[in-house]
């Protein structure tokens, strides 16, 4: 049951995709808006302080721990107040467009960037009392809008003007199922008995599921290895590494050590013990947690009227059905069989010639991947960062969004910021000249800063009844390290790579012509919000791209050379298929456990992994329940949703723009038929348009097949 750790950034980034989305989900998501939020007099009182607010953004930056928690408390009262006006509109008198939906839709698009001028001070301010107003102020949001979450005054003349069957046009349409949905999901519809009992088991769920993140966490189980039987790992490595008394090295069950093990060890029985010892992590009783928890899902999601749990979860979804998501994953999988073959030979014959007959095992896989990376490749990707000065980086991934989707940036210097490293940046339209948006650049680290790069909607796009139009704000937050001698900051490739992701969803974000703030670029439904991300990524893979984004750090007019872009490229699909082949495992794993009723877990997981890693077996006694700490929590039923991006980012990135990665044209059709759009939307519906077919999972199969020797 050895993941490959090493398996790019899958981890980190997963987490990262989590918690930006905790950051403009969590308190804001539901709040509703506030025409005339009193800001008038907020205004005045900062007046004498403050530099340019920025033109059309209602973001307040930069402000003290008191003025967060009063802005909290107005946010409330308006958003009641509001709510209150909503409830209060008579079901026997006409339930309209305009005294219903209107008033929650305007309430949402205001409140949301007044919510976040709360909430998003403590990612980034370095005052322990800003932090702490900040996260109080959030925690007072977020009851409340629970609190509003579960107003069966609100559903019940919501659903009322539903079931008017009026709606003014296909996006209010939507808007109105969203939130008759969001109300449903919370069981409003439901008796009381099954209200209560289904809070219940909400409660059971969060606290298993946090015994279970905290059994993985505090797993203190180490192994002990002699010099000899750690052969192959460097000198450093086995100097950071605590001994024990018998002078032998104590390997922990962290990431780290397990994955320097398995990539470096050149001993088989000891690759073999740490990946056993690390597949068992969490015990029998672990187990049983999961499997606890995995009960507990599907009676919350039979309460709600659901077969099972990835029925409620898929169901939302693009994927929409668990079972499209089998078919997708089998499909997946069939398709990379003979290039993941093809890879594993090659492995096969690494181990032959290294350790003579031993049969390859699952703990092999790391070690001879580094190792025939390491023989193919004489380009250590660590060392490309020199080629990588930030500015230049920076000024390349500008130039590229900026030519392709039509976009002018324009910096601005006397706006209010948090630290002084923040910069500022006004979109504009570069034919209209139109002001699109704005977003807020906060590169580097600093003590106190959250740490995973994201990017957060401060301000979403929507158009107010009378017609005047709230533009997109959006903050990306990246740890990149500043030089202590003054020299720009170098990238590693992955941040490079981060970088080109990052701008992808700035772009998604400042695009977007919604009428509803909930459909805004990040609002998207959750199986497509990485796609345009995903797609930019591409950019760092073309010779043309790298040549225009590096410079040697000593010498920035020497950029990489044509062989470095071409190890480049081979590099990113080196053992792909086979990489894949394992994601897909934990993934079907994940899709079937949360779609059956008492699967035996550790059953399914021995027939499930030769079936999927070419005959592979599973290692003795390892428990699948290891492994599953983001399948524990919040991505249950969901495990699928990174491959299914992929798997369209490759179509409309080879389809559409492989041949002409600078031509705008093609990068203005994106724009107005996907990115415009955004959630208002079936995702199926902007990528056939765009297409102009169905879309394909061939550009992706394609390109994991590309690997040879
Ligand atoms: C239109 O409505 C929005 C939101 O209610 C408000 O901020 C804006 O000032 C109004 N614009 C005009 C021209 O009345
Ligand atoms: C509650 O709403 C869901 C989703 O719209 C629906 O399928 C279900 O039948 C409703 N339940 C009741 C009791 O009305
Ligand atoms: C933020 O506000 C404080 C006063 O509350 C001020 O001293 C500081 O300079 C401001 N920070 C920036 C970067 O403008
Ligand atoms: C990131 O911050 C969290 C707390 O905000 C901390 O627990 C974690 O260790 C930090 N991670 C890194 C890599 O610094
Ligand atoms: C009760 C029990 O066996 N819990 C285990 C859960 O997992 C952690 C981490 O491996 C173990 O330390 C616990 O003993
Ligand atoms: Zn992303």
Request: proline share 3%; glycine share 6%; hydrophobic share 40%.
């Amino acid at each position: 049951m050895t993941e490959i750790p090493g398996n790019g950034e899958k981890m980190p980034r997963q987490k990262r995709e989590r918690s930006s989305l905790l950051a403009f989900g969590g308190a804001a998501a539901l709040l509703a808006l506030a025409a005339n939020l009193g800001i008038t007099a907020f205004n005045a009182h900062m007046k004498n302080r403050r530099k340019k607010d920025l033109q059309g953004s209602k973001v307040r930056v930069n402000i003290s721990a008191s003025e967060i928690l009063k802005l909290a408390d107005r946010i409330i009262s308006k958003s009641k107040e509001v709510h209150d006006a909503v409830a209060s509109v008579p079901l026997d008198k006409v339930v309209t467009f305009m005294n219903v939906i209107s008033p929650l839709a305007e309430l949402e698009a205001q409140q949301f960037p007044l919510v976040q001028s709360c909430v998003f001070p403590k990612m980034v301010s370095t005052s322990d009392d800003v932090h702490k107003a900040s996260a109080e102020a959030e925690r007072r949001i977020d009851a409340h809008v629970l609190t509003c979450s579960k107003r069966e005054d609100v559903y019940r003349v919501v659903k009322a003007f539903a079931a008017r069957g009026e709606w003014v046009n296909a996006e209010a349409k939507h808007y109105t199922q969203a939130l008759m949905r969001d109300f449903e999901r919370n069981g409003l519809n439901l008796t009381l008995t099954k209200t209560e009992e289904m809070q219940r088991v909400r409660v059971q769920i969060d606290e298993l599921s946090l015994r279970y993140v905290q059994n993985l966490n505090d797993d203190s189980t180490f192994l002990h290895f002699t010099e000899a039987e750690l052969a192959g790992l460097p000198p450093e490595f086995l100097k950071s590494l605590g001994k024990v008394t018998d002078g032998k090295f104590k390997v922990t069950l962290k990431s780290h050590h397990v994955a320097a093990v398995l990539e470096l060890c050149q001993v088989g029985t000891t690759r073999r013990k740490v990946a056993v010892a690390y597949g068992k992590r969490g015990g029998e009783v672990n187990l049983s947690i999961l499997e606890d928890l995995v009960q507990l899902r599907h009676k919350f999601a039979r309460l709600l009227g659901y077969a099972s749990y990835a029925d409620y979860a898929v169901g939302l979804r693009m994927a929409k059905a668990p079972s499209k998501v089998f078919e997708f994953l089998e499909d997946i999988s069939n398709s990379l069989t003979d290039p993941a073959t093809t890879e594993l030979s090659m492995l096969k014959d690494l181990k032959r010639k290294e350790e003579g007959d031993h049969p390859f095992g699952i703990e092999d896989l790391l070690y001879y991947v580094k190792k025939a990376e390491a023989q193919q490749f004489n380009m250590d990707i660590g060392a490309l960062k020199q080629y990588f000065p930030v500015n230049l980086v920076l000024s390349g991934v500008f130039k590229i969004v900026q030519d392709l989707f039509g976009l002018r940036f324009e910096e601005l210097k006397d706006s209010e910021v948090w630290h002084s490293d923040v910069s500022v940046y006004s979109v504009y339209d570069l034919s209209s000249g139109e002001l699109l948006g704005h977003f807020y650049l906060d590169m580097y680290t600093r003590e106190r800063k959250y740490n995973h790069t994201c990017v957060v909607a401060l301000q979403n796009g929507a158009s107010s009844t009378n017609g005047s139009r709230q533009i997109p704000v959006a903050l990306l937050l990246s740890q990149f390290q500043k030089d202590a001698s003054g020299q720009p900051a170098l990238l590693r490739f992955s941040e490079v790579v981060n970088l080109f992701h990052e701008f992808g969803h700035v772009v998604q974000h400042i695009c977007n012509r919604a009428s509803f703030a909930r459909f805004s670029g990040l609002g998207f439904d959750p199986d497509f919000v990485e796609v345009p991300a995903l797609v930019l990524e591409n950019w760092c893979y073309e010779s043309f791209t790298l040549k225009l984004i590096s410079g040697f750090h000593q010498d920035i007019t020497k950029p990489i050379n044509n062989e470095m872009c071409k190890s480049i490229k081979r590099w990113r699909y080196s053992f792909s298929a086979l990489k894949m082949k394992q994601e897909i495992l934990y993934c079907l794993f994940d899709q079937i456990i949360h779609s059956t009723e008492n699967v035996d877990m550790v059953e399914l997981f021995k027939h499930l992994h030769p079936r999927i890693m070419l005959g592979l077996p599973m290692l003795e006694d390892v428990n699948p329940a290891s492994r599953f700490p983001s399948s524990a929590i919040g991505h249950e039923a969901a495990c699928y949703s990174r491959i299914w991006s992929e798997v369209f980012a490759a179509d409309i990135f080879a389809s559409k723009f492989h041949e002409s990665y600078l031509n705008q044209y093609v990068g203005m059709q994106f724009r107005n038929k996907v990115l415009a759009p955004g959630g208002s939307r079936e995702p199926i519906e902007l990528l056939t348009g765009f297409l102009g077919r169905e879309p394909s999972i061939q550009a992706f199969i394609d390109s994991k097949s590309q690997y040879r020797l």
